[in-house]
């Protein structure tokens, strides 16, 4: 009897656990994309982008594509998708490393976007200067493609990082110009 007795209080925990996660999360529409998901189109629209010039502490700019999309959660995705086809150009240095893809992009309420990458990526050794130049592109490239965006999050395997790579510090958010600074 007693037996019986705990697994049904381990089942009714069970479930109001499970049916606590579902009503939360529907609470979130801003995180993960929340919400319907948006339509899929085969339209792209043009997208700029900007890697490291190979010398100096310039950006270049070049023009990519992604999907078109009326989601902020799905436009940020698509700009973060842009950069990692890499530069076309040869002054550019590509941003990310090969084959490298983020785990997972979320966009939350706040406009904060969390950028998830594996923690391979950012062991690969850089200096300060392609440390910059990488923060410095994101940020470019995420404020001139996602009005929505306010400030991203690096996050390596899941959990912030306290460096870039070695060098730059990468704790908290990095904040983004608001819209009356903007070029």
């Known amino acids: 009897m007693k037996k019986l007795a705990f697994i049904l209080v ?14 939360w999360r529907g609470r979130l529409p801003g995180i ?11 339209e792209n629209v043009p997208c700029q982008v900007w890697f490291p010039s190979r010398e100096g502490m310039e950006l270049c700019e070049e023009t990519s594509s992604r999907p078109k999309t009326d989601n902020p959660a799905a436009r940020l995705r698509g700009v973060i998708d842009a950069l990692h086809c ?28 969390y950028l998830d990458y594996p923690a391979a990526v950012f062991e690969r050794s ?22 929505d965006v306010r400030a991203f999050v690096i996050l390596g395997d899941g959990s912030p990082r306290d460096l870039v790579s070695s060098h730059m510090s990468a704790r908290g958010k990095f904040v983004l110009p608001t819209a009356s600074t903007k070029k």
């Open 10 to 23: 381990l089942a009714a925990v069970a479930a109001a656990g499970w049916w606590g996660y579902r009503t």
């Open 32 to 42: 993960h994309g929340g919400g319907p998901a948006a339509p899929l189109t085969s």
């Open 86 to 113: 890499g530069p076309t150009t040869p002054c550019s240095l590509p941003l990310f490393p090969g084959e490298s893809a983020p785990r997972a992009v979320f966009l939350a309420a706040d406009g904060t976007a």
């Open 126 to 147: 850089q200096g300060l200067r392609e440390e910059t130049l990488f923060i410095r592109a994101l940020a470019r490239t995420i404020l001139r493609n996602c009005p």
